[in-house]
């Protein structure tokens, strides 16, 4: 047992050992008041003390889910904004450097605890890891339009934790003032929301997204007080009184929200990432509230408002296997003109615009014939580009092209018996890297059957070693054998993390040109098809 005094009063740990590797782990430590009844949907409130010393040997509650991980429902508990901290040392010689874990699920499922995310591999290294849990879906990211409910709780939860990092991660024998924030997926695009939001100014000092950032569509909701209203209507409330909805909806227990079903929206494009019915929103700028998003991502990061730090971004070689596997359901949808045209060009041009940059697509991925069930890789290259790495690189130029800062791009295309989500998934014909799969490479997963071999141990080390030495010096290649360069207008190079790692200029020039091209017309307004 070991303690720690903090801000909110005394913390019993636990001493750890794996192998030769010795930590101290702290799980279940309130950072926000309980987020119950009047407090629900609402933004965090700071944590209250306590007396006499809190046991932090066991993980707090989950966010009530739909755990599609486990394909299970994960009762949880409405009071779930907890955190979890793993030291190497408690008294190191000199402060370490902290990383701030945001776990991703589509923003609807999830959490920071040890049985996904577990701590071992970092601890091989002079580091400390936190990771924690957020509201999800309903209850995180409801958006009335209005002072009581303006969206975005689950994200205010994060700032709330990293506010709690800042405070307190010195009695864990981190540095304050070297914080790096990382995700994957949702927690990618989280991690990149806090690089243009105020709200998290001053918060860390390095960043890094693992597949996923604020451009990407499914990143933010366009339509969530629709979504709002048809959730009371399922729920047996029909009103068009938003006052009338909350009431009704701060009634119902948690388990209500959970794994909701709803119809496609009424609206003129209908799109995948409409699926994803709960996100960040951007919040109205009337509103007399802190808010965390306050324009488009496009126009924050056009404005040149992202923070000036040292960032990786990356990708993994088959995204688009997360979205392609479900290619029975899409179908019907992919056969209509205008499904597989990027949201945000969509809602910039006219419908003729729209179906002449759809053939050009077909055209591109699919020869231009008729999408069938038999087509699994194409529309996994077609996902892999337009929902994930085009809008990634589309990120690294803004960053690169505005701040001091270096940023480094990656590719991951390393494959070992522990590529646990295409072979889950039944792809493993399929080529390349499905989305999330690098993730076993930098966690010790407990909860589900993953082998850890001589075949995978040495990617685990090179890519751990990659993430704690950028997290130490800002460089993630710094006192290494191989040199990552930053990506730059010029020399577009990106780093590929395989069974051996090299670092080359533009590898994905084809897909990336191609959308590039798309774009540039249409955001330069380009209002007809000469692409």
Known sequence: MVIVKIDQGDLRGVLCKNGNVEYCAFN???????????????????????????????????????????DCIEVGSEDCLYIN???????????????????????????????????????????????????????????????????NAGLKDQVMA????????????????????????????????????????????????????????????????????????????????????????????????????????????????????????????????????????YDAMKGG???DVPIIVGYTSAEGIESARKINDLLKYLSKVGSIVPREIKLKVNSDVVKCIDQKIRDKYFNGKTITKNMLQELTDLFTYSLFTYNIYRFAKYCAKINSNPLYLYKFDAETERNYAKGNYKMDHLKGVCHADELPYLFNVTCLDIPLTDNSIPIIKEMVGLWTSFARTGNPTESRNITWKPYTSKTKNCFIISKTCVCCENPDSDHIDFWEEIYANVLDGDTKCNI
């Open 28 to 70: 279940g430590i309130p950072y926000a008041q309980p987020p119950i009844g009047p407090l629900r949907f609402k933004a965090p409130e700071p944590p209250r003390p306590w007396t006499g010393i809190r046991d932090a040997s066991q993980h707090g509650p989950v966010c009530p889910q739909y755990n599609e991980r486990m």
């Open 305 to 307: 408002k992202v923070a």
């Open 85 to 151: 901290v793993y030291s190497k040392s408690l008294t190191p010689l000199q402060p370490l450097p902290v990383l701030v874990w945001i776990h991703g699920g589509g923003f609807y499922t999830g959490s920071g605890n040890s049985d996904f995310y577990g701590p071992e591999f970092f601890m091989e290294h002079d580091v400390v890891l936190v990771t924690f849990n957020y509201r999800l879906e309903v209850l995180g990211f409801l958006c009335l339009d209005n002072e009581d409910v303006p969206g």
């Open 162 to 297: 990293l506010k709690w990092v800042k405070n307190n991660i010195s009695a864990f024998g981190g540095d304050p003032d070297n914080v790096t924030i990382f995700g994957c997926s949702a927690g990618a695009a989280s991690t990149s929301y806090h690089l243009t939001s105020k709200m998290s100014k001053g918060l860390f000092n390095k960043a890094i997204c693992q597949s996923g950032v604020c451009l990407n569509e499914w990143s933010y909701n366009l339509y969530a007080k629709k979504r709002a209203f048809q959730l009371g209507k399922l729920l047996g409330k029909e009103t068009e009184d938003e006052l009338e909805l909350l009431d009704f909806l701060r009634q119902l227990p948690a388990s209500s929200f959970v794994n909701i079903k709803l119809p496609a929206l009424d609206v003129q494009h209908k799109d995948m990432v409409d699926s994803i019915y709960f996100g960040p929103v951007i919040e109205k700028s009337y509103l007399k509230v802190e808010k965390f998003i306050t324009e488009s991502p």
